[in-house]
């Protein structure tokens, strides 16, 4: 039984499998220069994975479903939403894919409510508007589980793409790089050294607060 259960019935994961492609022929037919493409805005890439880790608790797991509520009828239900939280021993880490084809030039984005914009989450929107941050890329070419992370097994740090001020009530440029149709980018946001920073703001299913990507066309 024990073999079975091993074998049979192992979680192998989705991790490794090849994520294929359905743009077939598209690149070729793009570059025989026979058809134009038409003009398409930028698209709106929200993270696939949003999580905190804890520098003063490095062996701590990522929070997982925080706001899942139980119903009777329905089960575990899971709101979509993600959190940006960000102090001097809080980090969050975010993972992107990209997505369609021809849209890969990516722009990667902090945007915060203003005074006058609605916060439909339960938790306030605090920001203390002297933070400075750090944002690095991290080593991560396969998708995150946040079941296992934490701040001592989070991927290593790449380079830092920025040092940035955010502002409430706008959106902060972070950095703008190529990103190929089905590709993970994964990003960590920190406190810049010396800088006493707090940021934390939650997103929900109809507004986009905290991090997120542009993909802008490039056919």
């Known amino acids: ?14 991790t490794d499998l090849e994520f294929a492609s359905p743009y077939y022929g598209l690149a070729e037919l793009y570059a025989s220069g026979t ?8 698209i709106l890439n929200t993270p696939r ?19 899942d509520t139980f119903n009777k009828v329905f089960g575990t239900l899971s709101p979509h939403e993600k959190h940006l939280q960000v102090s001097p021993n809080t980090h969050t880490i975010a993972q ?9 030039d990516c722009a990667l984005m902090l945007r915060l409510p203003g005074p006058d914009d609605r916060i439909e989450s339960a938790e306030p ?19 995150l589980d946040v079941r296992t992370l934490s701040f001592n097994t989070r991927p290593p740090a790449r380079d830092k793409v920025a040092t940035v001020a955010p502002h409430a009530g706008g959106e902060t440029d972070v950095a703008r790089f190529p990103c190929a149709w089905g ?3 994964t990003f960590e946001v920190r406190c810049a050294p010396g800088s006493d920073c707090l940021l934390d703001v939650w997103s929900s299913q109809n507004t986009t607060w905290g991090i997120y990507m542009y993909q802008h066309q490039t056919i």
């Open 1 to 14: 039984m024990s073999r079975i259960m091993n074998t049979v019935y192992a979680d192998v994961g989705t």
């Open 35 to 42: 058809i134009n493409a038409s003009h398409i805005d930028p």
């Open 49 to 67: 994975v949003v999580a905190q880790v804890f520098s003063d608790r490095p062996g701590e797991l990522a929070p997982v479903g925080e706001h």
């Open 96 to 104: 992107f894919r990209t997505f369609d084809f021809g849209m890969e």
């Open 125 to 143: 929107f605090r920001f203390n508007e002297l933070s400075v941050l750090d944002v690095f890329r991290l080593d991560a070419p396969k998708p």
């Open 183 to 185: 590709t993970l980018h």
